[in-house]
């Protein structure tokens, strides 16, 4: 119980800082900026209550906002993802797995995995677009936004997941 | 009764996700007001503390760029004072040594070989100061861009102090904690500095309107108004932020107003906000008579 506690604080911590300190600060291209901390979000345990989902989730989301000068905005999109989860987990798993797992290459194969991954960076990144520009005038923009988001996240995702794999 | 509290527990997870829904869309649309608390941004000192060891660490990968930089400023400044020397030298000096350039600045000469410039005697009381700073956090992707800074109160840096860099005019000061700074720069929507064309005269304001962090918009530029692609646009000095003539950038195109009454100037930057580092705050003295007089204008 401790062990897996200060696993979840020492991943909350890197992750911020990675999120905060790194990602944001160098410049990749204008478009494109991964969202490496949701991966805290969805490697959370599969008995994770859905309300302590939401509250780790609105954690993070803010510790990132704090840093990029953007309070409530990541926020926000990680307590949509927060919301969503449960279903897009219980849809890539078999109905009879009982056991609580943390949601990996390992526990759920690489097809459902990804098909797990995949909708729930796009939601959150739709999310996080739509609320930072607010306004519909600008949909292809958004759109754009979000789709190279989601990619650049996805694949960061994957290439952690295969890396931690191999150890 | 008993229906409404079983429906209630059973989806009390929606309930905590409006609760922190609302809260994230308060902290949302309170951020964009211009003065407010320094606690979630990136100039509190917790962040602060944290990103200014990362700065410290990127400096260096800057360092090679920054020196050509300075290299080629160097040069530049003693083209100049290789320029006021050969003026001062033309001119014949009386017993009381003074003489006006450009009717702004006044030339002091101390003795045969220094040189002191200093504000003419009208503008005395306009003197600043500024206070070297590092850039600790800085965004230039977004549309409301912020950065962080490593002065704060304790440097004397306060609320709506001006920020300008080697290459010209940086931001305002909009936050302030005990040991550093948020300030909204140039590459911000709500930014709106009051600048001018130098050649004409004309003035104009700041705006930017996202995207390219090298281009903005110098708006309610009158439509008489003369100028050249390529003409330099430097600060105006109405306000009580930045003196006159600090360098913001060059015209580069114009754009036809919708209002049809003033031009919208494209203004390529000379600051270039992905590679910033090193800030300077500039600390005018008020200018509480002036403050008063706009106090009692405004309607």
Redesign the interface.
Known sequence: MTSTWVNKIKWFVILVLIQGVIISQVQVSRYAVPLLYVVFILKLPSDTGRKSLLFYSFLIGLCVDVFGNTPGLNATASIWLAMARPQLLRWQTSRDAAETFVPGIKSMRIAPYFRYVFPSVLLHSAVLNVVDAFSISKTTDIAIATLADTVVTVVLIMIIEFLGRKK | MRNILDFLIKY??WT??VL??L?????????NSFQGSVW???A?EV?AS??KV??EV?HYFGLEKMNRDLTERNVYLMQQLEYYKELVGEKKYDNDSLMVIQGMQTMVRTDSSVVVIKNPPTMMDRSFVVCPARVV??????????M?IDKGESSGVRTGMGVISGMGVVGIVCRTSENYS?VLPVINSGSSISCKIARTDYFGFLKWEG?DPLTAFMTDVPRHAEYEIGDTVVTSGHSTVFIEGIPVGTVASKDESDDEMSYTLEIRLFTDF?RLNDVYVMALPPREELKELEKDIKY
């Open positions: 009390s997870h905590l996700f922190l829904q809260l994230a869309a308060i902290l949302l649309f309170r951020f979630f941004t990136s509190s962040t944290v990103t990362a700065a990127t956090n800085i965004s230039v992707r977004r549309l409301d861009n912020y962080a948020l995207g992905g």
